[in-house]
């Protein structure tokens, strides 16, 4: 997979060197690039943005060097995902739907977003997702598009060392939350693992994380439990 990051602070994928994504790149499956949108100016100022028309607080990113920046970085295979609060809620399904595709470019935005135009346009070529993390405000793209690189590149075949704990996570096939883990010692500062995690009898841990986790998910996110298909309470205490 190849991925493109535009942004007028390209130093914060510098992250990705890191761990996961570095390992990745370091083993040829990926090849990550960031851009500075400023390369793509031509003014002596290096403008990125202007006011807005229809006034109103904040500036908005200029539409000439995003679309200079998009026709240098996207082929005809890519899909180009803008990360914006305004966007859609982005999901592991969505990780899942990216990571099978070659190419990715992230347009990372600042201030008050990106001129309409650039969506606008840059649709007429490519397939456009505008995608957000979930209902805050960050100041820009960048630590989105950080999010979303990761969750696609360690879903990439080959990449995790361990497939089954992509199996076994939160929001997975069952769609609910973790449950919770332990590991030695058996007692710390007065708190015990429970006691059926040491039991060795399998089908009761089973269950008992499982209804853990509707346990938690029903506590904390009972939206992911009213979604029809998913989550069945197989397993559960209430099982026959
Ligand atoms: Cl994707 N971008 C920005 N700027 N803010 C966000 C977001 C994205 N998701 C939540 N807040």
Redesign the pocket.
Known sequence: MRIDVVSIFPAYLDALDLSLAGRARASGLLQVQAHDLRDFTHDRHRTVDDTPYGGGAGMVMRPEPWGEALDAVAGDDAVVIV???S?RPFTQRDAERLALEQHLVLACGRYEGIDQRVIDHASTRWRVEE????D??????EV?ALAVIEAVVRLLPGFMGNPRSLQEESHGPDGLLEYPVYTKPAVWRGLEVPEVLRSGDHGAIARWRHDRALERTAERRPDLLERPDDHADGGGPEAP
Do not use: H
Not at 136 to 141: A, D, I, R
């Open positions: 990360p914006t609060p966007g995608i957000s993390l979930g805050f405000v960050l100041n820009g793209g989105a």
